[in-house]
């Protein structure tokens, strides 16, 4: 029975604006692909991300393009090959992932030969604002086990990175500085983030001057997230980083997210598992890629003044797995 792809736009207002160090929003924008094969569909979502060239519009296109070649029988490994990394082939892989164990009458988890996965802890992300802003934000979500914070290199994240930690003492708490630092503004602030108990500096250089990092010693670790997209970058990121961090929207789906996870590992890295802001239709099998990761970041849903229904369960910052009526 042949297969039949269909893309289509959805938009999910946030709660608030939600700022980094490149800009602000205030909604989500995602792509959908159904993929669907006699009374069974499939689902997939993406966030196209501007950081990478996409555009809503674009990555649109390249979903509806392959089209054809599903119809004609192309599977999740020849998908591999047909597109590149990136938000669309991401839509369609998950989508694949999710008609798949439909058809079979199984969980996705099972197809893939992993564990019954299990709830996880989420970090919860406070967007960029002035620090004493920052800390009441700090004192509101005091009781998540996890918070990541954003950095811009504006002179005041030292004071931010402050601020949260005195309201919130017993959380854990990664900083994040897209890209936004200097080499000479990331060693500054290192000794101010050990001493406020920060557990990882993510991706403070942009991608293409983080050579920079090698052989310099930092007291945290550091995360690759914009340095690492799939298993073709990994290499180079040994000696520069500690952690690399996992996106579907980077590796082009959930197959190239749990190779690099296993390729990670095997090469010593510590795993995060992160998100582009989207619905639990995103979140959903980036929560079996982060069974057993260091750090987990599937907020997004919690950041959104709405969410897709049905959605993942969050209990607090406890993300439970999926129902199949979700996805996979």
Same mark, same amino acid.
């Given at each position: 029975?042949?297969?039949?792809?269909? @893309?289509?736009?959805?938009?999910?207002?946030? =709660?608030?604006?939600?700022?980094?160090?490149?800009?602000? $929003?205030? *909604?989500?924008?995602?792509?959908?692909?159904?993929?669907?094969?006699?009374?069974?569909?499939? $689902?997939?979502?993406?966030?196209?991300?501007?950081?990478?060239?996409?555009? @809503?519009?674009?990555?649109?296109? !390249?979903?509806?393009?392959?089209?054809?070649?599903?119809?004609?029988?192309?599977?999740?490994?020849?998908?591999?090959?047909?597109?590149?990394? +990136?938000? !669309? $082939? /991401? &839509?369609?892989?998950?989508?694949? %992932?999710?008609?798949?164990?439909?058809?079979?009458?199984?969980?996705? %988890?099972?197809?893939?030969?992993?564990?019954?996965?299990?709830?996880?802890?989420?970090?919860?992300?406070?967007? @960029? #604002?002035?620090?004493?802003?920052?800390?009441?934000?700090?004192?509101?979500?005091?009781?998540?086990?996890?918070?990541?914070?954003?950095?811009?290199?504006?002179?005041?994240?030292?004071?931010?990175?402050?601020?949260?930690?005195? /309201?919130?003492?017993? &959380?854990?708490?990664? @900083?994040?500085?897209?890209?936004?630092?200097?080499?000479?503004?990331? =060693?500054?602030?290192?000794?101010?983030?050990?001493?406020?108990?920060?557990?990882?500096?993510?991706?403070?250089?942009?991608?293409?001057?983080?050579?920079?990092?090698?052989?310099? !010693?930092?007291?945290?670790?550091?995360?690759?997230?914009?340095?690492?997209?799939?298993?073709?970058?990994?290499?180079?990121?040994?000696?520069?980083?500690?952690?690399? /961090?996992?996106?579907?929207?980077?590796?082009?789906?959930?197959?190239?997210?749990?190779?690099?996870? *296993?390729?990670?590992?095997? &090469?010593?890295?510590?795993?995060?598992?992160?998100?582009?802001? &989207?619905?639990?239709?995103?979140?959903?099998?980036?929560?079996?890629?982060?069974?057993?990761?260091?750090?987990?970041?599937?907020? +997004?849903?919690?950041?959104?003044?709405?969410?897709?229904?049905?959605?993942?369960?969050? #209990?607090?910052?406890?993300?439970?797995?999926?129902?199949?009526?979700?996805?996979?």
């Amino acid at each position: 029975m042949p297969r039949l792809l269909t @893309v289509h736009e959805e938009v999910f207002p946030l =709660r608030g604006t939600f700022r980094i160090s490149r800009g602000s $929003r205030t *909604e989500a924008r995602v792509l959908v692909c159904e993929i669907t094969e006699g009374e069974a569909i499939g $689902r997939g979502e993406c966030t196209p991300y501007s950081r990478y060239g996409e555009t @809503v519009d674009d990555v649109a296109a !390249a979903i509806a393009a392959i089209g054809p070649s599903i119809a004609g029988g192309l599977g999740r490994e020849g998908l591999q090959r047909a597109m590149r990394a +990136g938000a !669309a $082939r /991401n &839509a369609v892989d998950c989508a694949l %992932w999710d008609l798949e164990a439909k058809l079979a009458g199984k969980r996705v %988890w099972e197809l893939a030969g992993l564990p019954e996965p299990k709830p996880v802890t989420t970090a919860y992300t406070l967007s @960029v #604002d002035a620090p004493e802003a920052m800390g009441k934000s700090a004192a509101e979500a005091a009781a998540r086990p996890l918070l990541k914070l954003k950095l811009t290199g504006d002179g005041e994240d030292a004071a931010r990175v402050a601020a949260v930690r005195a /309201n919130a003492p017993e &959380a854990r708490i990664i @900083v994040d500085a897209n890209e936004a630092l200097t080499l000479e503004q990331a =060693r500054d602030i290192a000794p101010a983030l050990a001493e406020a108990r920060v557990e990882m500096l993510e991706q403070p250089l942009h991608a293409e001057q983080d050579e920079a990092l090698r052989d310099v !010693a930092f007291p945290l670790p550091l995360g690759a997230d914009e340095s690492c997209h799939d298993t073709t970058t990994l290499k180079r990121l040994v000696g520069l980083y500690q952690v690399v /961090n996992i996106k579907l929207d980077k590796t082009g789906g959930l197959t190239e997210a749990l190779r690099l996870r *296993e390729a990670a590992q095997a &090469a010593g890295f510590k795993v995060m598992v992160g998100c582009m802001l &989207a619905s639990s239709l995103s979140m959903a099998p980036a929560h079996l890629v982060a069974q057993g990761a260091d750090f987990v970041d599937i907020d +997004g849903p919690l950041l959104m003044a709405r969410d897709r229904s049905p959605g993942l369960r969050y #209990d607090g910052s406890l993300v439970h797995p999926p129902e199949p009526d979700l996805w996979g």
